[in-house]
């Protein structure tokens, strides 16, 4: 099973009829969520992207950002 179908599952998962899956589902897409996040916001960072520019595609503040991930990124 590759990345694609994992993810699928666990969208599936997510609307499930039993809460107990369906929770486990939006916990595992939290952390992939997060795990992306750290990921393209290190390669913004490396590419010279702005803690602003960050946070404007993010929709969030810059201090949001920078608290979040300045101990992470160059």
Do not use: C, F, N, Y
Request: proline fraction near 3%; hydrophobic fraction near 40%; charged fraction near 25%.
């Amino acid at each position: 099973m590759d990345d694609a179908d994992d993810t699928a599952g666990t969208l599936t998962a997510a609307t499930a009829g039993d809460p107990a899956t369906g929770l486990r589902a939006v916990r595992s897409l939290r952390v992939l969520a997060d795990r992306l996040e750290t990921l393209q916001v290190g390669r913004a960072r490396e590419l010279g992207w702005s803690w602003q520019d960050i946070a404007e595609a993010l929709g969030v503040s810059r201090q949001a950002v920078h608290q979040k991930h300045h101990r992470r990124t160059p």
